[in-house]
């Protein structure tokens, strides 16, 4: 009974020995087994395997399309513009064997290998690529990362830049940029459609001009147009030559107005002959003999001039050099006109 119960014993002792090294591989997972240490070349596929317990071990590596997003990295571009670029990388094992024996940990590698290579993508392109040219960029970035993973087993499907942050100075500058486009565009459309316009209203003038009453019928459905909205007013239209003419009667009356000399003007005698036209409102006032406040001399309290009183005698007589005495005229001034001539002259007259 004792060697019943030994044996009963080395029995379940078997069982637990088997059962735990028992390992169940899922469909998604490739099993690397380690005997001693040494990675056995045949990789376990999924389902249910056998490991001798104690001697042997299994790694087990996935092998799904892994999807890593790639921290986002601020570099300096090509041009000069700083940014902020964030990424997203799809890869997956292609060689367990490799995934497990090269790298520790093929995951942190495959990150590390992103960031540099997105930051590399930064340095070598300009602003424009990243907004636009994102598709090259893109395939450059997975040749990068795909270099080193190769060696690996590691195979990269595909990199996408997800997204690019500028300052907003730059921003604005890049909005600008856009309205001054869009200005020029629509600036050029409207004048694509003047030009047009233009051209349609050149031939109908032409073909009105060869018909005069397509004019007049022009005119009359302009007005049924403006009758149409219940407007009171109406416009009639006025030729450009009649006012043209209207403005040149206008010059023409001005010219005539500003040609008339100003001639109406005083006229007086000068003492030696000659007239003298004076404008009409600077005529010099004129004194009660008919001379100018200038030119009337300096009469004494006798009625002569100051410069052409004699000498006087007791009685008062004006006389000249000869001691004859000088024609005066009726002011009391000597006529220069007429000679001094003496008394023996006047009896032979």
Known sequence: MDIN?????IGFLLFLLAVSGVRV????????????????????Q???????????????????????????QEGITRDNVSVRVDAVAYFRVQDPMRAAIEVQNYLFAVEQVAQ?????????????????????????????????????????????????????AMKRSIAR?????????????????????????????????????ALQLRLLQTVVEV??????????????????????????????????????GAERVQPDGEQQVQPQGEQPALTEHGLTQEEQPALTDHGLAQEERPAIAGLGAAQDEAGKPALLTDAGVPDPRKPHRSGSAKRAE
């Open 227 to 264: 009758a149409a909205e219940k407007n009171s007013t109406l416009i009639m239209p006025l030729p450009v030559e009649l006012l043209r003419f209207f403005d040149r009667a206008a010059q023409a009356g001005t010219r005539e107005e500003t040609a008339e000399p100003a001639t109406a």
């Open 116 to 168: 540099t290579s997105l930051r590399s993508i930064i340095g070598k392109s300009e602003l424009d690529d990243l907004l636009t040219n994102r598709e090259e960029l893109n395939k450059g970035l997975a040749l990068m990362i795909d270099s080193p993973a190769l060696g690996w087993g590691i195979h990269i499907d595909r990199v996408e830049i997800k997204d690019v942050q500028l300052p907003e």
């Open 25 to 44: 591989v899922n469909q998604v997972e490739r099993g690397i087994v380690f005997r001693f240490g040494r990675a056995q070349p045949h990789i376990r």
């Open 46 to 72: 999924p389902g249910l395997r056998f490991l001798i317990p104690g001697v042997e071990h299994m790694k087990k590596v996935n092998v799904q399309i892994v999807t890593m997003p790639v921290p986002t």
């Open 5 to 9: 119960i030994v044996l009963v014993v």
């Open 177 to 213: 940029q856009a309205e001054a486009e869009r200005e020029r565009r629509s600036r050029v459309i409207v004048a694509d459609g003047e030009l047009r316009a233009a051209h349609k209203l050149a031939d109908a003038s032409g073909i009105m001009s060869q018909t005069p009453g």
